[in-house]
């Protein structure tokens, strides 16, 4: 079975500095996804940044990148540059790559950014 | 926008009641998804389709049931409503069979009185 956990439950950072969010996830599948959601108080989930379990380098979307340490099973999201609105909800989530095993979630960590 | 749209955004009824929730996923994808996200269970996934097929299923009850149509929307059914079905309820879509990135709805948020 597949396991995400996110150990931050909440998080303050200042305006324009860089955070990051802690994930950690538990699989015995040789391939699998790693994905980042955004989910801001208005409710809807929004999809940041994906990384594959063979891809090479970090994935990296705009001000999002992805800190991937295989061998640590972690799945860190970093943040530059904070904007007020990117306080929300953020979640981490994997997929194995084989079989019809759904999307696995953690339970999320708060962002939220002070001016 | 993702693309993905969801009816009703809001749905308040009553224990015992039945409602049905609506999907339609983004223009070419055959995949559906469905997930609930209550306060104490986080989110969780409930059931998959693809192109018309059940193709996962997860911690889905027996009172709830869903299908994917020809035209590819889909339908969740959820019925003898109790007090602890309030959540929120999403649709995603993907282009594959699952494990590209999934690309959610705006929700409907459904509240049971």
């Known amino acids: 079975a597949q396991k995400i956990t996110q150990t931050q439950p909440g998080m303050f950072v200042q305006e324009k500095e860089a955070v990051t969010l802690d994930c950690t996830y538990d699989t015995s599948d040789p391939s699998y996804g790693l994905f980042w959601y955004k989910q801001p108080s208005s409710g809807e989930m929004i999809f940041l940044i994906y990384?594959?379990?063979?891809?090479?380098q970090n994935a990296t979307e705009g001000r999002y990148s992805l800190n991937f340490q295989k061998a640590r099973k972690s799945a860190n999201l970093v943040i530059s540059a904070s904007q007020l609105g990117d306080s929300a909800m953020y979640f981490c989530a994997m997929r194995p790559y084989s079989g019809n095993t759904p999307l696995v979630f953690g339970k999320g960590t708060r962002l939220s950014v002070i001016a | 926008d993702s693309g993905v749209t969801q009816t009703p955004k809001h749905l308040i009824t009553a224990t015992g009641q039945r409602v049905t929730l609506r999907c339609s996923p983004r223009?070419?994808?055959?995949?559906v998804y469905w997930y609930q996200q209550s306060l104490d269970q986080g989110l969780q996934f409930l059931i998959q389709y693809y192109n018309g097929e059940e193709r996962a299923k997860g911690n889905i009850l027996e009172r709830f049931s869903a299908q994917q149509f020809p035209d590819l929307h889909s339908e969740l059914n959820l019925s003898s409503l109790e007090l602890g079905d309030s959540a929120l309820y999403f649709c995603a879509s993907s282009s594959g069979q699952g494990w590209y990135e999934q690309y959610f709805g705006p929700g409907t948020r459904l509240t049971v009185t």
């Open positions: 990384q594959g379990s063979y891809d090479q």
């Open positions: 223009s070419g994808d055959l995949s």
